[in-house]
């Protein structure tokens, strides 16, 4: 798979490079010379340079978090909606424990120390079915985080559901993520599949910042693999 991305990405890239340097040649030049490669209009060569660099790029990504690319690609692969599609059943509103493992850091120049959370699922409240959530955090650097959020399953079908979630809570800094300021907002969005007794497995993105009230405000990014356990009937 890498050898095909970095295959595609150099390909379009030459092929880009090579139809600016036809687009620029005047008018005189052999007429079949400007044939070779159609020009690529002006709009689009921006856009098209920057996904060749992304498609090149690709290989390292998915060296870099090769074993949970992996992991995601066969979990989508068991728990996939035509696996289970027969016995799929409507979702229940019930209050759920959820864990995680992962990386903090993911998009910081830091050697992404593991993180593992737990955190409590309420069931949802109101005719907006917002769902209030309690959690706490640790990463190896010796971080935490412990917060409050609020959430929303949107249904995708009957078994994929997508969950943002926006909360606030307390870090603590650690060895090598200091975020600037305690106070902390937190938003994310996971994706999840919903399988044999409302249990659920996904995988999640969150970002935590301080909302630039500190002098300081660095951000960080978590990716994590989420696992759902349900309370009660």
Same mark, same amino acid.
């Given at each position: !798979?890498?050898?095909?991305?970095?295959?595609?990405?150099?390909?379009?890239?030459? &092929?880009?490079?090579?139809?600016?340097?036809?687009?620029?040649?005047?008018?005189?030049?052999?007429?079949?010379?400007?044939?070779?490669? /159609? /020009?690529?209009?002006?709009? &689009?060569?921006?856009?098209?340079? +920057?996904?060749?660099?992304?498609?090149?790029?690709?290989?390292?990504?998915?060296?870099?978090?090769?074993?949970?690319?992996?992991?995601?690609?066969?979990?989508?692969?068991?728990?996939?909606?035509?696996?289970?599609?027969?016995?799929?059943?409507?979702?229940?509103?019930?209050?759920?424990?959820?864990?995680?493992?992962?990386?903090?850091?993911?998009?910081?120049?830091?050697?992404? /120390?593991?993180?593992? +959370?737990?955190? &409590?699922? !309420?069931?949802?409240?109101?005719?907006?079915?917002?769902?209030?959530?309690?959690?706490?955090?640790?990463?190896?650097?010796?971080?935490?985080?412990? &917060?409050?959020?609020?959430?929303?399953?949107?249904?995708?079908?009957?078994?994929?559901?997508?969950?943002?979630?926006?909360?606030?809570?307390?870090?603590?800094?650690?060895?090598?993520?200091?975020?600037?300021?305690?106070?902390?907002?937190?938003?994310?969005?996971?994706?999840?599949?919903?399988?044999?007794?409302?249990?659920?497995?996904?995988?999640?993105?969150?970002?935590?910042?301080?909302?630039?009230?500190?002098?300081?405000?660095?951000?960080?990014?978590?990716?994590?693999?989420?696992?759902?356990?349900?309370?009660?009937?």
């Amino acid at each position: !798979m890498n050898r095909v991305l970095s295959f595609m990405g150099g390909r379009l890239a030459r &092929y880009l490079s090579h139809s600016v340097h036809q687009h620029v040649i005047p008018a005189s030049s052999n007429p079949a010379q400007l044939e070779a490669t /159609p /020009p690529v209009p002006s709009r &689009y060569r921006r856009r098209m340079l +920057g996904c060749a660099g992304m498609v090149t790029a690709m290989p390292n990504v998915l060296n870099r978090y090769k074993r949970l690319t992996e992991l995601l690609c066969l979990l989508l692969v068991l728990f996939s909606p035509s696996a289970n599609a027969s016995d799929a059943t409507p979702p229940a509103d019930v209050a759920m424990l959820n864990f995680t493992l992962g990386k903090v850091g993911i998009a910081d120049n830091i050697d992404t /120390p593991l993180r593992y +959370g737990i955190e &409590y699922r !309420m069931r949802a409240l109101s005719t907006w079915k917002v769902i209030p959530a309690f959690g706490f955090a640790h990463a190896e650097s010796s971080a935490s985080f412990l &917060y409050t959020d609020l959430r929303h399953d949107f249904w995708l079908t009957d078994r994929w559901v997508a969950i943002p979630s926006f909360g606030v809570g307390a870090f603590d800094d650690g060895d090598d993520i200091q975020l600037g300021k305690e106070l902390e907002f937190r938003s994310g969005i996971e994706i999840a599949y919903r399988f044999h007794k409302q249990y659920r497995i996904g995988i999640a993105l969150f970002h935590l910042s301080n909302g630039g009230l500190g002098r300081k405000n660095p951000g960080t990014e978590s990716l994590v693999m989420s696992l759902s356990i349900p309370l009660g009937n």
